[in-house]
């Protein structure tokens, strides 16, 4: 995976509202692809947040995938 590829998160991270199969956006890649900086964004622009994960925690987003919508839970 590369910088601006798409990420799927196969985890849930609730302490930032994130569920598995979120979709975001590598913004940098760690030690030739150990881990990466992956962007989490709303459809508005909001970043939800901006996380390091290990290669065993994203995988590539396919062409074979659907995207999905889904609304944030409320604070």
Known sequence: MRELELAVLD???PEHG???GDV????????GGEAYEVE???RGG???AVLTLARGEIRPFTDREVL???EL???
């Open 46 to 48: 909001e970043t939800l």
């Open 24 to 31: 975001g956006t590598i913004v940098l890649v760690h030690r």
């Open 68 to 70: 999905h919508a889904r």
């Open 73 to 75: 839970a409320r604070n």
């Open 40 to 42: 989490f964004v709303t």
């Open 18 to 20: 994130l569920c598995a």
């Open 11 to 13: 985890h849930d991270v």
